[in-house]
């Protein structure tokens, strides 16, 4: 897109060839992923054309067309959800919970169904009181299984196990961490 529309796109092109398409012209795009069937892409971006207050959100477009439709995040936590990804393995969503007038985030995952496009169980809080520091993408890293999370939390490294949901602190330095992988 041109600088001046201030949106993230995206574009989905065919490996044989063939026009391309914007499935989701009318909204920002910040992340993507593909389904684990490579049928659909799942987006990060936001809801509405214009970002307010918790409204990011995970959108599902199928590549065979069609309208792409919301993952319903009907959690039962304090404020309103923030989605930042998908596991790889699609059974868990991650999100944060912004606080008014705090700098931390609480950061939780929830089991979904992709098939249903909705959250399935109760929220999971991973971390309290999320002091990153930066941006999500930049302090926090998925195993390519989706079992382990590396998240960055006040300037340590530590690894979350998504199946046992305990956390290891992995550094104790003083240095800035980012991009961790």
């Avoid at 389904?35 to 409204?55: F, H, P, R, T």
């Avoid at 931390?104 to 990153?132: C, H, L, Q």
């Avoid at 590396?150 to 550094?171: C, F, P, R």
Wanted: one cysteine or more; glycine letters at 8%.
């Amino acid at each position: 897109r041109s600088s001046h529309h201030l949106m993230w796109g995206m574009k989905v092109a065919s490996a044989s060839g063939g026009p391309s398409y914007e499935p989701v012209a009318h909204l920002p795009v910040y992340g993507a992923q593909w389904s684990a069937n490579s049928k659909m892409i799942i987006v990060q971006g936001e809801k509405y054309n214009k970002l307010e207050e918790g409204d990011a959100a995970m959108r599902i477009v199928p590549l065979a067309g069609g309208e792409s439709f919301l993952l319903n995040m009907d959690v039962d936590v304090t404020g309103k959800p923030f989605a930042y990804c998908v596991t790889p393995d699609q059974k868990r969503v991650l999100f944060v919970t912004k606080k008014i007038g705090d700098e931390t985030d609480d950061f939780y995952m929830a089991p979904i169904s992709m098939e249903e496009a909705r959250v399935t169980g109760p929220a999971t809080r991973i971390i309290k009181n999320w002091n990153r520091g930066g941006a999500y993408n930049t302090k926090m890293s998925m195993s390519h299984d989706g079992t382990k999370l590396a998240i960055v939390d006040n300037e340590d490294i530590w690894i979350y196990d998504m199946d046992k949901k305990e956390m290891k602190q992995i550094t104790d330095t003083p240095e800035k961490k980012k991009w961790i992988a």
